[in-house]
């Protein structure tokens, strides 16, 4: 089936993952990584080899497996991980608000500004504060290095950072048309801004009420409970037994050092539940 689609000739192969709402957590990821394993499998029967495979992109929903699935194909493979992307989102969302806003424009194909990634050859050997005159109509915001799992992204570098061969440019901007840089000969060193006076800062302590468990919830635990210098405590309600949610905590990871989790079994649609002298999300 995989030949009848001509799969080898493909710019990209997507394998999203399946449906995970009615089965286990652990058979969509299982299910991904055989899918992988039959096309990369199919390639090698056909006698390609890693230069011939398409570029792949797989949905999982454990970032555990991340690694598993990335190791499965023999050609470039992009693994995302859909409770660790989830599980940041909601994260941000809550910490900054209106974000949602941001990550929506910069998502979008269709409106405004988005992300690009371009290799400049000619801009090799210069910092990101020297090149910020190459792009009138873009703003560059990092450097991506590296390729597979050792493709590493570094935003808003510090100015010892210089670019490199084969470092990609991460640029903000409206077009690809618009991440061309100007000849070299025609722009000026943009002079570093001085430090801000005093750091901005940030809301020591947060309540945060969750009406509901899934398999992004220990993702989005685990994010909040890396932020060292903020404070949250978080309260669950769900009617998955409170002993199973803190298993899962466990084993994805997931167990919470600075963050305050309290754990209650309840029906969060019902008032009764909500409004307990157990449970006062009032506050």
């Known amino acids: 089936h995989l030949r009848r689609a001509d799969f080898l000739h ?24 055989k899918t992988i394993l039959a096309t990369s499998k199919s390639s090698r029967d056909d006698g390609g080899d890693a230069t011939d495979m398409p570029l ?23 693994t995302i991980a859909s409770d660790l992307i989830v599980g940041r989102l909601l994260a941000q ?18 409106a405004g500004s988005e992300i690009y990634l371009n290799e400049v050859p000619e801009l090799v050997g210069r910092s990101l504060t020297d090149i910020t005159s190459c792009f009138p109509r873009a703003v560059p915001l990092g450097i ?6 050792n493709c590493r992204a570094s935003l808003n570098p510090p100015p010892s950072v210089v ?16 991440v061309r840089p100007l000849a070299a000969r025609e722009t000026q060193p943009v002079r570093a801004r001085a430090p801000l006076e005093r750091p901005v800062e940030m809301l020591p302590f947060r309540r945060v009420l969750v009406l509901g468990w899934n398999h992004v919830v220990p993702a989005f635990i ?23 949610r803190l298993a899962e905590l466990a084993r994805f990871d997931a167990t919470p050092h ?15 539940d909500t409004t307990s002298r157990s449970v006062d999300v009032s506050r």
């Open 10 to 33: 493909a710019a990209a192969i997507l394998v999203p993952a399946p449906d995970s709402a009615t089965v286990n957590i652990e058979y969509p990821d299982a299910r991904t990584i």
């Open 56 to 78: 792949m992109v797989a949905e999982l929903n454990d970032a555990r497996k991340l690694r598993i699935a990335a190791n499965a194909y023999g050609g470039p493979i992009e």
């Open 93 to 110: 969302n809550i910490r900054h608000p209106g974000i949602s806003h941001v990550y929506s424009e910069m998502l979008r194909h269709d």
């Open 144 to 149: 991506l290095r590296g390729e597979g799992a």
């Open 163 to 178: 670019i490199q061969a084969g470092d990609r440019l991460v640029l903000l901007a409206a077009s690809f048309e618009d």
């Open 222 to 244: 685990r994010e909040l409970d890396g932020y060292a210098d903020e404070a949250f405590e978080v309260d669950i309600i769900s009617l998955v037994p409170k002993a199973e």
């Open 258 to 272: 600075r963050t305050s989790v309290r754990m209650f079994e309840g029906e969060y649609t019902s008032l009764a």
